[in-house]
């Protein structure tokens, strides 16, 4: 089963207990608001958020956990996958520290760490050790009203389209999540457009692997091409430089010089 959550835009009430419950699950301590962050509630300590639209709907925020993750595909040492239950994973034990991976989200989930002396990457993990114990994430376990709720990925799917065939004049006929850079395990129906969720670009169908994945792979030869021409440069200065320091030298210390070599000869 590809573990999924469903949230219905309809029925938050915008409690925000699905943030505490996430805060208390992990033993995150209550976050403050930073002058370069996107102001959206999503920090390092802070792995979802509420947001609220101009139409006064609640929007719950955190990692989608694609199908295909551009964040794993950009990472260039493996510290991203992409689990059997569907979670997107982090290892902070291989990670650089380049931020490539929240580059690449089309989301803009991923935060970085910096209050740590040794930041990290930090984002939703689907709650993956209550899945594995048989339990449902503890945000959605956490939902009053159930406006947030998990499942599998397909019986999500079904009972989010069994909702907009149902009440047609309540939804927008969209899935969010269904389709879009390939389909995502979090899903959203709404009667409000969810088209800000991405991250300063517009979501298609197709995954966003297929275009990172070229510029990964381009990486290794590029950089074995630069250091090749880095070392080629610096042995054309090097021998420049010494026929120039040859030069400067008076012709009878290069004439002596010329005899110690023939005599050593």
């Known amino acids: 089963m590809s573990a999924a959550i469903l949230t219905d835009v309809t029925k938050c009430i915008g409690c925000r207990k699905c943030v505490a419950a996430c805060a208390d699950e992990f033993g995150h301590e209550a976050d403050y608001p930073r002058r370069w962050s996107r102001r959206d509630g999503l920090s390092a300590d802070s792995w979802t958020a509420i947001v609220e639209t101009p139409e006064r709907a609640f929007v719950r925020k955190q990692c989608r956990h694609c199908h295909e993750p551009a964040c794993v595909e950009a990472c260039p040492v493996g510290a991203l996958h992409k689990s059997a239950s569907g979670a997107v994973i982090y290892d902070a034990g291989r990670c650089l520290g380049c931020r490539y991976c929240m580059m690449a989200c089309p989301y803009g989930i991923p935060r970085y760490d910096w209050d740590r002396p040794v930041p990290y990457v930090q984002k939703c993990i689907l709650c993956r050790p209550r899945i ?52 995502t395990n979090v899903l959203y129906i709404s009667h409000v457009d969810l088209s800000f969720l991405a991250y300063g670009r517009p979501l298609d169908e197709a995954p966003l692997p297929e275009r990172t994945r070229p510029a990964m792979e381009a990486v290794l030869p590029t950089f074995g091409a630069m250091v090749a021409t880095m070392g080629g440069l610096s042995w054309i200065i090097n021998r420049r430089m010494d026929r120039s320091r040859d030069g400067d030298r008076p012709p009878a210390d290069r004439s002596a010089g010329d005899t110690r070599e023939e005599v050593d000869g």
């Open 132 to 183: 594995e114990r048989g339990e449902p994430p503890a945000c959605t376990e956490a939902c009053p009203v159930e406006a947030t709720i998990f499942g599998g990925r397909d019986e999500l799917l079904a009972e989010a389209h069994r909702r907009i065939a149902a009440e047609p004049s309540r939804y927008i006929d969209h899935v969010w999540g269904e389709h879009e850079v390939g389909g």
